[in-house]
């Protein structure tokens, strides 16, 4: 994983629409990030909240949050309350788990995604004031190719 670049204003907090900086914006960053690794028109996608993202998911707006990012949302865009719907509209087909594992960061997330050009994967962490680590997992077709 590249060191990520921080600028004065992460630090001091993201410019973002709330309530939360880990819950909220945080969670668009790793929608946002996740966008980066797909290709093709999506489907579906299926996101697992842990922890305290599961328990806090809806009222902190995380679920929603996550979608934004994924639509290529900014944490301060007004849209973001919307994306879930916004999905919707577009044929997207977005389901939502929660799962507890004291193994993993207490805000994190684990997406699956189908789109018109295979199965994506990624995991991401909100690490605190909307700063984020994200990894992909592979795709399955980088997995059909390791093991032909």
Same mark, same amino acid.
């Given at each position: 994983?590249?060191?990520?670049?921080i600028?004065?204003f992460?630090?001091?907090?993201?410019?973002?629409?709330g309530?939360?900086?880990s $819950?909220?914006?945080?969670?668009?960053?790793?929608?946002?990030?996740?966008?980066?690794?797909l290709?093709?028109?999506?489907?579906?996608v299926?996101?697992?909240?842990?922890?305290?993202?599961?328990?806090?998911?809806?009222? $902190?707006g995380?679920?929603?949050?996550?979608?934004?990012?994924?639509?290529?949302?900014?944490t301060? %865009?007004e849209?973001?309350?919307?994306a879930? %719907?916004?999905?919707a509209?577009?044929?997207? $087909?977005?389901?939502?788990?929660?799962?507890y594992?004291?193994?993993r960061?207490p805000?994190?997330?684990?997406?699956?995604?189908?789109?018109?050009?295979?199965? &994506?994967?990624? &995991?991401?962490?909100s690490?605190g004031?909307?700063?984020?680590?994200?990894r992909q997992?592979?795709t399955e077709?980088?997995?059909?190719?390791?093991?032909?």
């Amino acid at each position: 994983m590249e060191p990520s670049k921080i600028s004065v204003f992460d630090i001091i907090g993201p410019v973002m629409v709330g309530p939360s900086s880990s $819950h909220t914006a945080g969670a668009v960053r790793i929608g946002n990030e996740f966008s980066k690794v797909l290709c093709g028109r999506l489907e579906r996608v299926e996101i697992t909240l842990f922890n305290s993202f599961a328990d806090t998911g809806t009222g $902190h707006g995380t679920r929603t949050a996550i979608v934004a990012g994924i639509l290529g949302l900014s944490t301060e %865009d007004e849209k973001i309350r919307g994306a879930i %719907d916004f999905a919707a509209q577009a044929g997207v $087909h977005i389901a939502f788990h929660n799962a507890y594992d004291p193994d993993r960061h207490p805000n994190s997330a684990l997406i699956y995604a189908q789109t018109t050009l295979g199965t &994506f994967c990624g &995991f991401g962490e909100s690490v605190g004031g909307g700063m984020i680590n994200f990894r992909q997992i592979r795709t399955e077709a980088e997995l059909i190719e390791t093991f032909a």
